[in-house]
């Protein structure tokens, strides 16, 4: 079993900064992919950025040019910087990981507001 535990989110301001960071532990076979989704209320979850294991990233429109994916092999930790928030972006954001066995998991999640 792999549990994914995310940290880091909270109440910010807009145009505000956070940085989510997201720790797998647990019986961790070989990661492929991790990836950040995020659903907000009355809607459906949605990718927000993934990275591969070599570091390739991709982002949802909606996010490029203000979010950072990145990841630390060694620590099986991947973590999404934040910036020039809007209150568009308030969810729940939930941590992914995809495996060489097949496998896939995902965090319990964490709460950003983005709110005056």
């Known amino acids: 079993q792999v549990q994914l535990v995310e940290s880091g989110g909270g109440l910010v301001q807009p145009g505000g900064s956070l940085r989510l960071s997201c720790a797998a532990s647990?019986?961790?076979?070989?990661?492929?992919?991790m990836g950040w989704y995020r659903q907000a209320p009355e809607k459906e979850r949605e990718l927000v950025a993934t990275i591969t294991q070599t570091g390739t990233t991709n982002y949802a429109d909606s996010v490029k040019a203000r979010f950072t994916i990145s990841r630390d092999n060694a620590k099986s930790t991947v973590y999404l910087q934040m910036m020039s928030l809007k209150p568009e972006d308030t969810a729940v954001y939930y941590c992914?990981?995809?495996?060489?066995?097949?496998?896939?998991?995902w965090g319990k999640g964490t709460l950003v507001t983005v709110s005056s």
């Open positions: 647990g019986y961790i076979f070989r990661i492929k992919d």
């Open positions: 992914h990981s995809y495996h060489y066995n097949g496998m896939n998991y």
